[in-house]
């Protein structure tokens, strides 16, 4: 159901998450954390990322210069 673009690169994203040292990712001022009571693979969605997830250093800010 949906998108199965979106759905491909939401595996992507929550991979990369769960293979590196941080715990979450800012893209675009949201955050995307693993989801530990989802099932495999999901993600959540927080928008916008607060200000003490852009100054987390295990939060991987993509919008940083």
């Given at each position: 159901?949906?998108?199965?673009?979106?759905?491909e690169?939401?595996?992507?994203l929550?991979?990369?998450?769960?293979?590196?040292?941080?715990?979450?990712v800012i893209?675009?001022?949201?955050?995307?954390l693993?989801?530990?009571?989802?099932f495999?693979?999901?993600?959540?969605l927080?928008?916008?990322?607060?200000p003490e997830?852009?100054?987390?250093?295990?939060?991987?800010?993509?919008?940083?210069?």
């Amino acid at each position: 159901m949906g998108d199965p673009e979106f759905h491909e690169i939401e595996d992507q994203l929550f991979d990369a998450i769960v293979d590196s040292r941080y715990r979450a990712v800012i893209k675009n001022g949201n955050i995307y954390l693993p989801d530990p009571n989802g099932f495999p693979g999901e993600i959540i969605l927080v928008d916008p990322a607060e200000p003490e997830d852009v100054d987390d250093p295990r939060v991987l800010n993509l919008d940083e210069d």
